[in-house]
Structure formats: structure tokens, C-alpha cells
């Protein structure tokens, strides 16, 4: 007698759902060196051009009279501002690193000596524009350049080139936390440089003096943040601490870019030259910007939630935050560089 046969077992099937292993851990195809070039490439052309040629398009739209080296002076200051983001984005970011508990050993290697040279170097070129009455060429001449200094644009950006190099001679040290004094002076500077007011400058400086570093602080910050993920891309807990870390001060900070941002353009700008300025369309386009970026962080806070189920699942959107948060300040470096509107009585 043949041995009874065992009924057939229906086919294994592999499990399916949001979580399965082949969706959440496969990771995606790296681009090819060419692409890789390509997109850097892309990336750098927009950085110069954005600068270079926004000011002219929003003003001969609206047919004002353009600053001399208008195109010239947005770009420079989109470089002091990128740098100082990162520097005192570092700084901030190397602190909440060391207050994750069972963190990985090491680091993202530092950022802060190249950001502050590249702040030298644009300072000084603020500082030639000026000399120059907007040819850096022309400022080169050693009476122009005298003259430059007894001027507040001068004066400013002297004083910025100074503090720049003393923040990278801190940073090359082996006491990088002292930077934070000059790049203080740094950003008190900016405050003083934005757009002089005649009535109340108090407030005004106030208000850029808060504006721009809580918008450093969450800009240079996030960008820490996201390359010591990756540097900790094994240990996904540690990596997830440290975005939730960084996600409870950011809130607080937008709220005060808000707060101080409108303030400020409640002050400045006029509602009905809103449109009928250049200095009015890109500080709309910024605040479509900035909608996009709190969009995106809302979503990167969400998925922060889902980490302990699929790891990496809040870098997406943190990354795309992060691209938005530069296109925020190549905007802002435009807005700079535009003619002022009349101020309202």
C-alpha cells in the first residue's frame, strides 16, 4: 500500500503591506557619475543666477531705478548669508549631537572654517562694490577704498570681513565656541546694514537682529542635522533622536521668523505697492517660500512619528525643507538689493 500523500500546501506568498521589508529597506538606485556632475552643475548655475539676475527682472518690471551693482551685490550677500547659516548652524548642530545619549563616535567633518573664509571673501567684495560705486574693478584703487571705510556700507562690511576671519581663526582652533562672539557681531552688523530706516531704527534693527538668526539657527541647523544622519546612517535610533531634538527648538524658531517677518514688512512695505514694486513681488515670492518650507517641515515632523517603523522616513522631506530653506535665502539676498519703497509715515 502506498502511504497517504499529504494535501497540497497553497504557494507562500510574500508578505505585503507599507511595511514590507523589500519597501521600506531597499535602498534607492545612486546616481551615475555624469548625472551626478549634471545635477551640481544645475544646482551651481541656479545659485549664481538667481542673485545675479533677479534684481533686474523685478525691477524693470516695475520700471524703477536700479541700484549700481545691483546683480553684483545680491550675489555676494546670498554668499555672506549661506555663510553664516553654516557656521552658526555648526555650532548649534555639535551641541545637540553631544546630548544624544549612545551616540555614535564621530562627527560630520567641519564645515566652519571654509564658510567663514567664504564670508571673508564676500565681505570683502561688498567692501570693493562700494569703493567701486558698484565695480569691484574700480574699487581696487587705494583712495577709493579710504573713502569706503568713512561710509556706513564701507564701515559694515569692513568690520563683517574682520569678524569672518576671526570666527575662522576660532573655528581652525581647538576652541571652536568661541566663534560665536564674532559671528554675533556679524549678524548685529546685518541687522544694521538692512535697510536703514528713518524712523525708528531701534525697532527695525531689532526685528532683522531676531529675523536673522532664528532663520541661521533653523537653516544651518537642519543642514547639520542632516549630515549627521548620515554619518550615523547605522544607528537609525541615534539619528532619530537627533532630528527630534532639532525639531523642538525649530518650532519655536519659526514662530519667531513669523512674528518678526511680518512685523517687519508691516512697517516697510506699503499694502498697496505690494505689486507695484519689485521690492514688494520678491518679498511675496519669499512668503510663498516660506508657506512651502513650514509645509514641509509639518511633513518631516509627521513622519518623524513613523521612524520606529521605517527608518529614514522623515530625511525626505527634511531634505526637501532644507532646499527650500536655500531658496529662501538666495531670495533674501535679492530682497536686499532691490530699491526700498517709500516708507510710510
Given at each position: 500500500m502506498k502511504p497517504p500523500m499529504d494535501p497540497p500546501q497553497p504557494a507562500s506568498r510574500p508578505p505585503s503591506g507599507p511595511f514590507t521589508v523589500g519597501r521600506t529597506c531597499a535602498p534607492p538606485a545612486p546616481l551615475s557619475p555624469a548625472r551626478r556632475v549634471l545635477a551640481l552643475a544645475a544646482s551651481a548655475a541656479v545659485v549664481v543666477l538667481v542673485p545675479l539676475l533677479g534684481t533686474g527682472l523685478v525691477v524693470d518690471e516695475s520700471y524703477e531705478v536700479r541700484l549700481p551693482g545691483d546683480g553684483a551685490t545680491a550675489?555676494?550677500?546670498?554668499?555672506?548669508?549661506?555663510?553664516?547659516?553654516?557656521?552658526?548652524?555648526e555650532l548649534a548642530g555639535v551641541?545637540?549631537?553631544?546630548?544624544?545619549?549612545?551616540?555614535?563616535?564621530?562627527l560630520p567633518r567641519p564645515w566652519a572654517v571654509r564658510a567663514a573664509w567664504a564670508g571673508v571673501a564676500a565681505a570683502v567684495g561688498q567692501l570693493l562694490?562700494?569703493?567701486?560705486?558698484?565695480?569691484?574693478?574700480a574699487g581696487l584703487s587705494g583712495p577709493a577704498l579710504v573713502e569706503a571705510y568713512g561710509t556706513r556700507p564701507g564701515l559694515l562690511a569692513l568690520l563683517e570681513a574682520n569678524a569672518f576671519l576671526l570666527a575662522a581663526l576660532c573655528a581652525?582652533?581647538?576652541?571652536?565656541?568661541?566663534?560665536?562672539?564674532?559671528?554675533?557681531?556679524?549678524?548685529?552688523?546685518?541687522?544694521?546694514r538692512a535697510h536703514p530706516e528713518p524712523y525708528t531704527p531701534e525697532t527695525g534693527t531689532a526685528l532683522t537682529l531676531a529675523h536673522l538668526t532664528a532663520t541661521a539657527l533653523w537653516t544651518g541647523g537642519l543642514l547639520y542635522v542632516l549630515r549627521t544622519r548620515w554619518r550615523w546612517r547605522h544607528d537609525a535610533a541615534a539619528g532619530r533622536e537627533?532630528?527630534?531634538r532639532y525639531a523642538r527648538p525649530a518650532a519655536l524658531l519659526f514662530a519667531a521668523i513669523t512674528a518678526t517677518g511680518v512685523c517687519s514688512t508691516l512697517r516697510r512695505l506699503p499694502l498697496a505697492e505690494t505689486l507695484a514694486t519689485g521690492y514688494g513681488r520678491v518679498l511675496l515670492a519669499k512668503l510663498v517660500l516660506?508657506?512651502?518650507?513650514?509645509?514641509?517641515?509639518?511633513?518631516?515632523?509627521?513622519?518623524?512619528?513613523?521612524?520606529?517603523?521605517?527608518?529614514?522616513?522623515?530625511?525626505?522631506?527634511?531634505?526637501?525643507?532644507?532646499?527650500a530653506l536655500a531658496a529662501v535665502v538666495l531670495v533674501s539676498a535679492v530682497l536686499t538689493a532691490v530699491p526700498l519703497p517709500p516708507t510710510p509715515v
Open positions: 550675489l555676494l550677500r546670498a554668499v555672506l548669508l549661506a555663510a553664516l547659516c553654516v557656521h552658526i548652524g551641541r545637540l549631537a553631544r546630548r544624544v545619549a549612545g551616540a555614535p563616535a564621530g562694490l562700494v569703493a567701486g560705486s558698484g565695480s569691484p574693478v581652525a582652533s581647538g576652541r571652536p565656541g568661541w566663534a560665536a562672539v564674532p559671528l554675533a557681531a556679524i549678524v548685529f552688523g546685518e541687522a544694521l537627533l532630528l527630534t516660506v508657506l512651502v518650507v513650514s509645509g514641509l517641515a509639518l511633513a518631516a515632523r509627521g513622519r518623524l512619528r513613523r521612524e520606529a517603523a521605517v527608518p529614514g522616513a522623515a530625511t525626505r522631506p527634511a531634505r526637501a525643507e532644507l532646499v
